[in-house]
């Protein structure tokens, strides 16, 4: 397990560490970069840098810490947040469950990676508590919504990456751009709540039901130790248009879990995905919009083709039709207080940073 992120030591101040199995490095003897309390600056340095960088850090020196006796923080101060919908099969599983009458793949879809903003400051570091939203609902057999907090609490098993490099407004990307700009790729929990989600989301998507939090990793995995796992992504069909043509080797061969109450409830593969990383970032500039350091982009869950692959508890759940029966005894359609989940990843001696947050009331 390895990776950048920003650690304390008994209420000291935060600064870059690099994870070297169950030890951080402290690594602001190396520069000025490292000692900041975000990891923002070393992402402004670029690609160039980066790669030079990395193998002094891998080597260094520095003072190590347990991470059980390290704080860890948020590693990057967010700017923008953008969650995308790449999994076809999550694509397809949430049509039919929103849409029952419908397509379950609305006509865009694969044309191009559907996408909407989030909200950069509720994005908070694993292992903080996530407190159960409240929000307008409206059962089936009612007229008129109420307030009252989500009684269909989920999680959403993600895969993000975080830009470094800035654009220019007006600058577009083409997908071979993206390892110029983009630092490094986190788990993402981008925690939902199904029945605001439902009441609230036509016709200008998601707002309450997945701005209230939104969680990362603590340990930021640079892109130069992902050469290993990369693969060919699904072949696309119709292809891309020209301006998103490109980034098919972008696959990630990346085995990915989901633990509830300590049982894993999930198991998948990150090289599923439709639209790679690539193409989302391809897309998200393709009007000229600007890209800043810090900006996080999510891929939305990931979901397989098989049952017990899904990324979310409504899909393994089925939409509360087929309880997910715990070691315990305990059914779940959806989240209970006290729930704790936690998302890995894992491909060989690669360990992406995990996860974890705990539902209170
Ligand atoms: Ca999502």
Known sequence: MSGFGVFSVAGGTPHVGWRDGDEVVDLSGIGDVYAQP??????????????????????????????????????????DFVDFSSSLEHANNMGRMFRPDGESLLPNWRWLPVGYQGRAGSVVVSGTGVRRPRGQLKGPGSDVPEYAPTRRLDFELELGFVVGIPTEPGETLAPERFADHVFGVLLVNDWSARDIQAWEYVPLGPFLAKSFQTSVAAWVTPLALLDDVRVDAPAQEPPALPHLAGGRDWGLDIDLEVELNGAVVSRGNARSLYWTMPQQLAHATSNGARLRTGDLMASGTISGADHGSEGSLIELAENGARPLRLPDGTERTFLEDGDEVVLRGRAGALELGEVRGRISP
């Open 38 to 79: 975000s990891l923002n600056a070393l992402m402004a340095l670029g690609r160039r840098a980066w790669d030079e960088s990395l193998a002094g850090v891998r080597a260094h020196d520095g003072p190590r810490t347990k991470i059980s006796a390290a704080t860890m923080h948020l590693p990057f101060a967010v700017a």
